[in-house]
């Protein structure tokens, strides 16, 4: 398993990160164009508020998905029993920011968006005649104007000892969107699965950005692309003591654009939402 960190400057960029994604379901961007001061930022603003009780006053809305989910209430992984240890805000562009809290993750978020839309545009290029002729549009154009596409703060707490039995940061999970845009983490522990079963590390130098293939992805080009499993494991020494932000960007299609014969994107992702527990 050879996730591949291609230099976004490389004119064998496209290709090169296409074909990572397609071996690996992941691929690493060193010398992308996302700012690291502002990752940083957000970062720093973030922890901020979640060691407040401000948090609690945007506590998620079931149906619309947007807000603070604490981690009594965090997600468990499909085919698991013992929740995440993690809390996390989903930012959409009509969904509610925190007031206590710099707009910088809002400001990330079209910045991330528009290189995102760039990257698919990599991938529709660089994909077969035949599983571009799947695809019910360009894949670039399947994002755009989208109000489903989602940033997720998340915070891992540190840990305290009293963590439940076998739980863990983040659970092995398939991302359930088309792709998925995430810079380093300040701490690691994301981990992919190799086809051996075997559990390796992602690549994970500070400033890199990770991308990775989600099962709208997997779905809507036939299994070509294949959406990975991952997670985040718990860590060891020092980094106990440590907070763990990550920022994943989820870019989800519109709601009727078409990923296959079975599913457009609104019935893939209800169906999704309710096997993990978030939404009725
Ligand atoms: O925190 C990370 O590094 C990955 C998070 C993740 O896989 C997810 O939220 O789907
Ligand atoms: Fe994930």
Same mark, same amino acid.
């Given at each position: 398993?050879?996730?591949?960190?291609?230099?976004?400057?490389?004119?064998?960029?496209?290709?090169r990160?296409?074909?990572?994604l397609r071996?690996?379901?992941?691929?690493?961007?060193?010398?992308?164009?996302?700012?690291?001061?502002?990752?940083?930022?957000?970062?720093?603003?973030?922890? /901020?508020?979640?060691?407040? +009780?401000?948090?609690? #006053?945007? =506590?998620?809305?079931?149906?619309?998905?947007?807000?603070?989910? !604490?981690?009594?209430?965090?997600?468990?992984?499909?085919?698991?029993?013992?929740?995440?240890?993690?809390e996390y805000?989903?930012?959409?562009?009509?969904?509610?920011?925190?007031?206590?809290?710099?707009?910088? /993750?809002?400001?990330?978020? +079209?910045?991330?968006? #528009?290189? =995102?839309?760039e990257?698919?545009?990599?991938?529709?290029d660089? !994909?077969?005649?035949?599983?571009r002729?799947r695809?019910?549009?360009?894949?670039?154009?399947?994002?755009?104007?989208s109000?489903?596409t989602?940033?997720?703060?998340l915070r891992?707490?540190?840990?305290?000892?009293?963590e439940?039995?076998?739980?863990?940061?983040?659970?092995a999970?398939?991302?359930?969107?088309l792709?998925?845009?995430?810079p380093?983490a300040?701490?690691p522990?994301l981990q992919?699965?190799?086809?051996?079963?075997?559990w390796?590390?992602?690549p994970?130098?500070?400033?890199?950005?990770v991308?990775?293939?989600?099962?709208m992805?997997q779905?809507?080009?036939?299994?070509?692309?294949?959406?990975?499993?991952h997670?985040?494991?718990?860590?060891t020494?020092?980094?106990?003591?440590?907070?763990?932000?990550?920022?994943?960007?989820?870019?989800?299609?519109?709601?009727e654009?078409?990923?296959?014969?079975?599913?457009?994107?609104l019935?893939?992702?209800?169906?999704?939402l309710?096997?993990?527990g978030?939404?009725?």
């Amino acid at each position: 398993m050879q996730v591949q960190v291609v230099d976004y400057r490389d004119p064998d960029a496209p290709a090169r990160f296409t074909e990572s994604l397609r071996q690996t379901g992941f691929g690493v961007l060193k010398n992308h164009p996302i700012p690291q001061d502002m990752v940083e930022a957000i970062y720093r603003e973030w922890l /901020a508020f979640f060691d407040t +009780d401000a948090k609690t #006053r945007y =506590a998620f809305d079931r149906d619309k998905q947007d807000g603070f989910f !604490s981690t009594a209430i965090s997600e468990t992984a499909k085919g698991h029993s013992k929740k995440d240890i993690k809390e996390y805000y989903h930012l959409y562009p009509w969904g509610r920011y925190p007031a206590e809290v710099p707009d910088t /993750a809002r400001r990330y978020y +079209d910045v991330a968006n #528009r290189l =995102a839309q760039e990257l698919l545009g990599w991938v529709q290029d660089n !994909s077969p005649a035949d599983v571009r002729a799947r695809f019910s549009m360009p894949l670039p154009d399947m994002i755009e104007g989208s109000a489903k596409t989602l940033l997720r703060v998340l915070r891992y707490p540190p840990l305290t000892g009293d963590e439940e039995p076998g739980a863990i940061r983040a659970a092995a999970h398939e991302d359930i969107n088309l792709l998925t845009v995430l810079p380093a983490a300040n701490e690691p522990g994301l981990q992919v699965k190799g086809m051996d079963d075997v559990w390796y590390d992602v690549p994970c130098d500070f400033g890199t950005l990770v991308i990775n293939i989600g099962d709208m992805l997997q779905e809507a080009s036939g299994g070509y692309f294949p959406s990975t499993t991952h997670r985040v494991i718990n860590p060891t020494g020092e980094g106990r003591f440590k907070s763990r932000v990550s920022l994943p960007l989820f870019l989800h299609p519109r709601d009727e654009v078409v990923l296959s014969e079975r599913y457009t994107a609104l019935s893939y992702l209800e169906e999704r939402l309710r096997e993990l527990g978030v939404k009725m």
